[in-house]
C-alpha cells in the first residue's frame, strides 16, 4: 500500500508560480527522511499528503483511496512541527481528545490513548498536565496522538527542531523504532537526523525532484574524501550544487 502524489500542481496564491508543478511521489515502506533548502516545497508536498490542501490539479492516493474521502484521512495522519499543550489537559486526556476528533468512540480512545503513549515510552507521564511535559516529552505526546486512531503513515514537519542533541536522539531512535509498523516522511533541515537510521532519502529544491531512493545509494554521492560523519552533509550539497540549487 502506497501514499501517491501524482502530476499535481499546488500554488498558495493565484497568478503566482507554483510551489510544486506537476510532481510525482510515491512514499515507501519504512522511514523516510525529506531534505530541501528553505521555500523547497517540503511543507507543501506534507500538506497535500495529509489533505490539509488539496492540489490544483492533479490527485493524491492511498492504496487507491482518494484524498477527498474519510478512510484516506483515517490512514495518514501528521504531526505538526509545534505541538501545543493543552493547558488543563492531561498527556493522556490531550491523546485521547485527539482521538475522538479522529471519530473514535471516547471509550476507545481512553484506552488507546495509554496504550500509544507507553509505545513511546511516556507512561509515567500519562497524568501530567501537558503544560509540565519537557519540549522532548512534548513531541512524544504529539506522535502519540498522530498514531492513537491506527494510521497508517505518519507525516512528520521538521520534529526535531529546537531539540538539543540528546532530545534530538531519543526522538529519531522513536521514529527509527515506530517506522516497522507504518511509513513515515520525516521532513528536516538538519541532515544530521539522517542518522544512517533512514531507509529512504528524498531530497527536492524549488518543488523539483533532486533525489528519491535509498539512503546508501544517496551517501554515494558524496565526495570520495568526505569524512565517515559527514558524507550524508556531503551528499546533500553535491545534489544541490549539481542541480544548481545551493543554498
Known amino acids: 500500500m502506497t501514499l501517491e502524489l501524482t502530476s499535481c500542481t499546488y500554488g498558495y496564491k493565484r497568478g503566482t508560480r507554483p510551489v510544486l508543478s506537476d510532481f510525482d511521489y510515491a512514499l515507501p515502506e ?58 488543563g489537559l492531561t498527556a493522556r486526556e490531550y491523546v485521547a481528545y485527539v482521538g475522538w476528533l479522529k471519530g473514535m468512540r471516547r471509550s476507545n480512545a481512553w484506552k488507546a490513548a495509554r496504550r500509544v503513549l507507553t509505545r513511546v515510552e511516556l507512561t509515567d507521564q500519562c497524568d501530567i498536565k501537558t503544560t509540565k511535559l519537557s519540549g522532548g516529552q512534548l513531541r512524544r505526546v504529539g506522535v502519540a496522538a498522530a498514531l492513537v486512531h491506527g494510521p497508517q503513515v505518519l507525516l512528520l ?22 517506522s516497522g509498523e507504518v511509513s513515515v516522511l520525516m521532513s528536516t533541515h538538519d541532515v544530521a537526523d539522517l542518522a544512517e537510521d533512514a531507509d529512504h532519502v528524498t531530497v527536492i529544491a524549488k518543488g523539483q525532484m533532486l533525489y528519491s531512493g535509498a539512503t546508501d545509494d544517496f551517501l554515494a554521492y558524496a565526495p570520495s574524501a568526505t569524512a565517515p560523519g559527514r558524507k550524508a552533509e556531503g551528499a546533500y550539497t553535491q545534489l544541490l550544487e549539481r542541480y544548481s540549487y545551493a543554498e
Do not use: C, H, W
Open 30 to 87: 519504512g522511514l523516510t527522511i525529506l531534505l530541501g533548502p528553505n521555500g523547497a516545497g517540503k511543507s507543501t508536498l506534507l500538506k497535500l499528503a495529509a489533505s490539509v490542501v488539496r492540489p490544483d490539479s492533479g490527485k493524491v492516493v492511498y492504496n487507491n483511496i482518494p484524498s477527498t474521502s474519510k478512510m484516506f484521512r483515517r490512514a495518514i495522519s501528521q504531526m505538526p512541527q509545534d505541538v501545543t499543550p493543552m493547558p
Open 157 to 178: 514537519d521538521e520534529p526535531t527542531a529546537g531539540l538539543d542533541p540528546r532530545q534530538r536522539r531519543v526522538f529519531r531512535d522513536l521514529i527509527r523504532d515506530l
